[in-house]
T-cell receptor, first 115, second 111 residues
Framework: KAGVTQTPRYLIKTRGQQVTLSCSPI?????VSWYQQTPGQGLQFLFE???????NKGNFPGRFSGRQFSNSRSEMNVSTLELGDSALYLC??????????????FGQGTRLTVV | DAKTTQPNSMESNEEEPVHLPCNHS???????IHWYRQLPSQGPEYVIH?????VNNRMASLAIAEDRKSSTLILHRATLRDAAVYYC????????????WGAGTKLIIKP
């Protein structure tokens, strides 16, 4: 079956703009989580969704937001982009809710460059 | 938050076992230990996880110290395809994916 699909793969935006990234989980998976990966900070957890509800949130400013739709697809939005938001944004999906762990399957990520 | 410490890089010969260490001296009693790896230009891939006992799966083995302050990922017979960055991660119970990632170890496999 198809893996986790993230679109777009690459994106260039200007400071101050906003951006929306999309993630389609593996069919049947209801948990989606988002991560930011930068050379300096490594992988950092952004948020975790299950059944359209945000279950956990990392330590990121309010400019970073997300949502999950009834078909489990998820989007994350970053408003008022800063140069430091340049990163690889990774989405992962799994079949189980928080508290009942199964492995996470990651997409290839969206490479965001802010200029 | 509890953190993990790993060597920046390690080298190993193909078809030999590899032991990747991880230090997590401030781990709490309810944190799970996970390992993921990331091949170049790809998202991370799950390898293995455990809580207190040693664990084995088709990819690797995880040896957890009795005091849980360290663990070792064991690849029994490394191949060139195992060249990747290996992350030792702590996961608080109750959250599936609020993983606390370390800097990772870049594993270099020599043919």
């Amino acid at each position: 079956k198809a893996g986790v699909t993230q679109t777009p793969r690459y994106l260039i935006k200007t400071r101050g703009q906003q951006v929306t990234l999309s993630c389609s989980p593996i069919s049947g998976h209801r948990s989606v989580s988002w991560y930011q990966q930068t050379p300096g900070q490594g992988l950092q957890f952004l948020f975790e969704y299950f059944s359209e509800t945000q279950r956990n949130k990392g330590n990121f400013p309010g400019r970073f937001s997300g949502r999950q739709f009834s078909n489990s697809r998820s989007e994350m939005n970053v408003s008022t982009l800063e140069l430091g938001d340049s990163a690889l944004y990774l989405c992962a999906s799994s079949s189980n809710p928080p508290g009942d762990y199964t492995e996470a399957f990651f997409g290839q990520g969206t490479r965001l460059t802010v200029v | 938050d509890a953190k993990t410490t790993q060597p920046n890089s390690m080298e190993s010969n193909e078809e030999e076992p590899v032991h990747l260490p991880c230090n997590h001296s401030t781990i709490s009693g309810t944190d799970y230990i996970h390992w993921y790896r990331q091949l170049p230009s790809q998202g991370p891939e799950y390898v293995i996880h455990g809580l207190t006992s040693n664990v084995n799966n088709r990819m690797a083995s995880l040896a957890i110290a009795e005091d849980r302050k360290s663990s070792t990922l064991i690849l029994h017979r490394a191949t060139l395809r195992d060249a990747a960055v290996y992350y030792c991660i702590l996961r608080p119970r109750g959250s599936n994916y609020q993983l606390i990632w370390g800097a990772g170890t870049k594993l270099i496999i020599k043919p």
